[in-house]
């Protein structure tokens, strides 16, 4: 129920012509909790959440439904009480609630609709917690906050490149560009993954065995051309803002 409220209202409030006027009076009270969640969570500046309340004395009355036209005698809550259903007074409130939707980055939303109530709060949450990051090698993925991220063995050997770097910073200078010994590292890498052997011809090798067997002497440095080409693939797959954001703040990151 919790997954449905959630996906229902992502989508309704991806579209910008829509408006939406939520209710959480009636039904069970786990229901009216998760849609004021879910419209806390993503809900627009034209949305709307309200509330209906009627005087006290006919709240939780089993014969009252709505005020009638005509006098309506019914029992009230207290034996031998009656009450006219005519004079009842019901209210329907506006409910002012924090909207939090700027709090998610724009390229996330695509993802949060194919995720879960539960990790949906769990990635809103991290924005003050540290985290769990794992790479999993053997997938050719990203694991973090109950999201899995497939990447090819291209731009995740690019990643985890990244990750081993001082700060997990990578600083492309004169130095680094001429330097074969990032080359080296990266295409260990990339090996490991059993990527496209075309890649190894970028650097100068004529293939995977070359690699492996260290015939390395027409290696290439790794050039800013091929980084910035899979930092721009990292940014098409959503989510090279969305992993870097949890570098600094990773509590530890595992490769398996």
């Known amino acids: 129920m919790a997954d449905f409220i959630t996906r229902k209202i992502v989508k309704l ?21 998760y849609m004021g969640y879910a419209m806390s969570l993503y809900g627009r500046e034209q949305d709307v959440l309200s509330h209906v309340f009627v005087d ?6 089993p014969d009252f439904y709505y005020p009638t036209p005509s006098d309506e005698l019914i029992n009230g809550k207290q034996e031998g009480v009656m009450l006219n259903a005519k004079v009842a007074n019901v209210t329907l409130a506006e409910m002012p609630f ?9 390229n996330l939303i ?14 809103m949450n991290a924005a003050t917690q540290a985290i769990d990051l794992m790479v999993s090698m053997k997938s ?5 906050l109950g999201v899995a991220i497939k990447l090819s063995a291209k731009l995740l050997a690019m990643y985890v490149f ?11 200078g004169n130095v680094f560009i001429k330097s074969t010994s990032h080359s080296i590292r990266y295409l260990e890498i990339f090996d490991s993954l059993g990527g496209d052997v ?11 065995i070359a690699c492996s067997t260290r015939e390395l002497d027409g290696l290439k440095p790794n ?14 797959n959503c989510l090279l803002l969305y992993l870097k954001k949890f570098l600094n703040r990773s509590k530890s990151i595992r490769t398996e």
């Open 13 to 33: 409030t991806d579209d910008p012509h829509v408006a939406i006027h939520a209710s959480i009076a009636g039904g069970r009270k786990t229901m009216a909790f």
């Open 56 to 61: 006290d004395e006919f709240e939780f009355v």
């Open 98 to 106: 924090v909207r939090m939707r700027k709090q998610l980055e724009r």
């Open 110 to 123: 695509p993802v949060v609709n194919e995720s879960s109530f539960s990790q949906t709060v769990a990635r």
């Open 140 to 144: 050719r993925s990203i694991h973090v």
């Open 162 to 172: 990244i990750l081993e770097q001082p700060n997990r910073k990578m600083k492309v």
């Open 198 to 208: 075309r890649v190894y011809t970028t650097f100068g090798l004529e293939d995977y």
């Open 223 to 236: 050039s800013t051309s091929f980084i910035q080409t899979n930092l721009s693939g990292l940014h098409k």
